[in-house]
């Protein structure tokens, strides 16, 4: 699957799940929240538990765990090109050419 399919499928599933209706506002919220967990996940791996409620997890889990909130953080990106009828494409090209 490329980009731009999993663009679509991304949007195809948040629309099934009544998740894309949401405003660019609250989808920022969402977005800010998913590299929250992203953080938090990359201190797991790189400096281990340093909260009580949190349990001990292999390096793997641990990567793993940062594909997971990666994938939710280009989730979210998706879907906010997505509601403005960006493509991936036109992001990386005019993001290149600045």
């Not at 929240?33 to 909260?51: F, T």
């Not at 990567?63 to 989730?75: A, R």
């Amino acid at each position: 699957m490329d980009i731009t399919d999993y663009q679509k499928w991304v949007s195809e599933f948040y629309k099934k799940r009544n998740w894309y209706q949401y405003n660019s506002f609250i989808r920022s919220n969402f977005l800010s929240e998913e590299v929250g967990e992203l953080a938090q996940a990359i201190r797991k791996y790189e400096i281990g538990r340093d909260r009580p409620d949190e349990t001990e997890q292999t390096d793997l889990e641990n990567l793993n765990d940062i594909k997971e909130e990666l994938g939710d953080v280009l989730d979210n990106i998706f879907i906010l090109a997505d509601q403005y009828n960006i493509s991936l494409e036109e992001i990386i090209s005019a993001h290149r050419t600045n």
